[in-house]
């Protein structure tokens, strides 16, 4: 499985835009970029995916680097209900295998 | 759409009993997931189905481990017999096709599962 790299925590103040940056240096050119995030007690959400291009939508935006080798999530203006734990996931690329394997992520704490 | 449906919720199991965890997934999703959380290990796939067939159970930990989707809108993960080491949360998801075609899964809350 191509491995991502995020860091274990960070931290924004509230109404500020937020990046969280994830390294993937070992994705290969038919990975998707998924990104999920796990709020307190409650089972993981879908935030964003993308392939290649940057992508936009109602929560999150997903820059992608030019060579796929990083990405980054940017929540435009956090709130306190965007505290969760940020997964940055590459599909598995063996085909046929559906699977998505979550690492440890990166916990965001928002101050108020 | 209710989204994944689990239960039960809570469970507090003596060792040595029969735990059956319940999954309904969202309508129409062909790929049903079956995922575990625990401190020490994060989250970890244990099995999926495609079409109600176990495609990959790679992840189930042992034999006291099955899981079985009889049709498209219920499936069922036991751990028969349980141990204080499977005291975790449980998760069900499911996805409309493919994941890797960037198709998203679609969590349930969890069973939170407590052996004693």
């Known amino acids: 499985d191509a491995k991502t790299t995020q860091p274990n925590s960070m931290e924004s103040n509230e109404e500020e835009p937020v990046h969280l940056p994830c390294n993937h240096s070992t994705i290969s050119g038919t990975d998707y970029i998924h990104w999920y995030r796990q709020l307190p007690s409650q089972g993981p959400e879908y935030v964003i995916h993308?392939?290649?291009s940057n992508v936009n939508n109602r929560m999150a935006s997903l820059a992608i680097a030019e060579d796929r080798k990083s990405s980054t999530l940017i929540l435009h203006r956090a709130t306190l209900r965007d505290a969760a734990v940020y997964y940055c996931i590459l599909r598995d690329p063996s085909i046929g295998n559906e699977k998505l394997t979550f690492g440890t992520g990166t916990r965001l704490t928002i101050i108020p | 759409d209710a989204g994944v449906i689990q239960s039960p919720r809570h469970e507090v199991t003596e060792m040595g009993q029969e735990v059956t965890l319940r999954c309904k997934p969202i309508?129409?999703?062909?790929?049903l997931f079956w995922y575990r959380q625990t401190m020490m290990r994060g989250l970890e796939l244990l099995i999926y189905?495609?079409?109600?067939?176990?495609?990959?159970d790679s992840g189930m930990p042992e034999d006291r481990f099955s899981a079985k989707m009889p049709n498209a809108s219920f499936s069922t993960l036991k751990i028969q017999p349980s141990e204080p080491r499977d005291s975790a949360v449980y998760f069900c998801?499911?996805?409309?096709?493919?994941?890797?075609?960037?198709?998203?899964?679609?969590f349930g809350e969890g069973s939170w599962l407590t052996v004693v």
């Open positions: 309508s129409g999703h062909d790929y």
């Open positions: 189905f495609n079409n109600n067939v176990p495609i990959d």
């Open positions: 993308g392939l290649t």
């Open positions: 998801a499911s996805s409309l096709g493919r994941v890797h075609s960037g198709n998203t899964i679609y």
